[in-house]
């Protein structure tokens, strides 16, 4: 049972264009909603992180869009590049148990 | 400062085999983790651990086993491999309790069971 679900599976963009990242979950309890970026040959490693109080959060050309009502959360990356191109995962956090969840990863392909 | 580190980065096993996956880390972390990550699914947690000499279950604990004897190192091993446990192996560690999500991932081992 994936308790959140991640779309696209792939996107491709050109340079200077807005790349759009969807998830949703499926449980209230979550404390924290953190995104990881994955570059090829390498593990994730933490992008950028939301907590459910907040509806959104920008750093430089990143930013989360956070929807409580809806159990929804997005990633707007503005001004793609070409050096943006990874896989980016969603992920939520229970602090009861101390779970991290991750979505099903959206590769992201910025062309020149 | 090394952080994660995971040896072998790729192996290949017959089906049968039994190996080991190493895993140490140099943050002084006490929760460490083993993913496994397969194409359009995510990253499954195996079992993690909150400190030495304490493991538990996590996601896809089947197959596999781990040991937690000092802070730093965290192995994975494999018993009896098959095809289903062909994937690409992370092993990651957290600071405490109250890390909000964070996690250090290591480069992964990419494993192939023919």
């Known amino acids: 049972q994936q308790q959140v679900k991640q779309s696209p599976q792939s996107l491709i963009v050109q340079k200077g264009g807005i790349s759009i990242i969807n998830c949703a979950y499926e449980?209230?309890?979550?404390?924290?909603f953190p995104w990881y970026q994955q570059f090829p040959g390498k593990g994730p490693a933490l992008l950028i992180a939301?907590?459910?109080?907040?509806s959104e959060k920008k750093e430089g050309r990143f930013t989360i869009s956070f929807n409580k009502s809806a159990k929804q959360f997005s990633l707007h990356i503005m001004d793609s590049q070409p050096g943006d191109s990874a896989t980016y995962f969603c992920?939520?956090?229970?602090?009861?148990?101390?779970?991290?969840?991750f979505g099903g990863g959206t590769r992201v392909l910025v062309k020149p | 400062n090394a952080g994660v580190t995971q040896t072998p980065k790729f192996r290949i096993l017959k089906i049968g085999q039994s190996m080991t996956l190493q895993c140490t880390q140099d943050?002084?972390?006490?929760?460490m983790y083993w993913y496994r990550q397969d194409p359009g699914m995510g990253l499954k947690l195996i079992y993690y651990?909150?400190?030495?000499?304490?493991?538990d279950k996590g996601e896809v604990p089947n197959g596999y086993n781990v040991s937690r004897s000092t802070t730093e190192d965290f192995p994975l091993r494999l018993e009896l491999a098959a095809p289903s446990q062909t994937s690409v192996y992370f092993c990651?560690?957290?600071?405490?309790?109250?890390?909000?999500?964070?996690?250090?991932f290591g480069e992964g081992s990419r494993l192939t069971v023919l």
């Open positions: 990651a560690s957290s600071r405490d309790a109250s890390w909000s999500g964070e996690l250090f």
């Open positions: 449980n209230t309890a979550f404390d924290y």
């Open positions: 939301i907590r459910p109080d907040v």
């Open positions: 992920a939520a956090y229970k602090a009861a148990g101390n779970k991290l969840t």
């Open positions: 943050m002084n972390h006490n929760y």
């Open positions: 651990s909150v400190g030495a000499g304490i493991t």
